[in-house]
């Protein structure tokens, strides 16, 4: 899957991904191959990339993410160091 990130600044992440699991509004979820087409705000709170065997930690002030076709686009309000 490809996974890009943005803020209103720059483009912080792209790339593909295995799995991202992002900080929803009602509770965080994951999004896997094949998830079905979704629109979702979401809360201050970590976002977390898995690659094949690595993991990768975002934090992100809130924003919308957008699931297609295997195409996942998060855009976040600002990114908060950890």
Known sequence: ??????????K???G???SVTVPGTMGS???LKDHAPIISTLEDGK???RKDNTEETIYIKGGVIEVLNNSIMVLAEGI???
């Open 1 to 10: 899957m490809k996974l890009e990130i943005l803020t209103p600044d720059k």
């Open 12 to 14: 912080v992440y792209e």
């Open 16 to 18: 593909e991904v295995r």
């Open 29 to 31: 979820f994951e999004v």
């Open 47 to 49: 976002v977390i990339i």
């Open 80 to 82: 908060q160091n950890s």
